[in-house]
């Protein structure tokens, strides 16, 4: 004999409530995510334009041609930046992040007074040798030098190595500028350049296949890295949770 089917009755007030929290939420949060991600990609084409004019203002006074100074405009969300031997990715993340609950910025006057300040875009800045890009060595790795976050008013921090890691640590005080915006340009430039390419421990080279041989007579193709020898993953960029 067949089960009779269970049925669950709602009252249609209780599915009009719901359909009004759903509206609310498409109205609140959906909006503000779009607002900071069409804000982010004004600011990232600024950015864009500030890591031309740097280039351009150091091109007239390096004389060696051998030393690469030109970039690689990708689209509305990339930039790659060649410059010496090292070349930077300037990255716009297509998505809208959320500082995590237990980040301590919330027990900060700017972030508890209003939720939607919490919402982030993010600009990650990554580092990578030029050689491998060009000669597309798909195996190599980089860092990850700095993150940038920008809220709906323009506010900013960043998270990053050296400088870039420092400077920028009071998102509540801190509103985005020309002058800011050209700086984080300039130390990204700076840290990438101090950041050199390490001669690996004997023992990591010790022994390659038959296929690394034919790939080197092909390209120089060892795995590389601004750190050799280290086996560097990428720092986590995905920690802040939307």
Partial sequence: MA??????????DSLDKNRQIILNLLASKSALKQDVADDSEKMFEKFKGYIKGELDALRPSIT??????????RGKFEILVFIGSDMLVFHLHTNIFKLPGTNPLWGTKYFSSNE?????AVIHVYNFLA?????NRFEDRGNLIARILLNH????MVEGKGQLGVLFQDPENT????NYMKLIVQLSFAFALQFDLYIPPYEFLEEITIAQVQEISDSLKLQTGKRLGFKRQ?????????
């Fill in 3 to 12: 089960k009779k089917k269970k049925t669950i009755e709602t009252p249609n």
């Fill in 64 to 73: 060696d041609e051998r030393i690469r100074l030109s970039y690689e405009d």
């Fill in 116 to 120: 939607n300040n919490g919402y982030f």
């Fill in 131 to 135: 050689e491998s890009y060009l000669r």
């Fill in 153 to 156: 008013e323009d506010h900013f």
């Fill in 175 to 178: 509103i985005m500028n020309d």
């Fill in 234 to 242: 990428l720092e986590d960029i995905d920690n802040l949770r939307d």
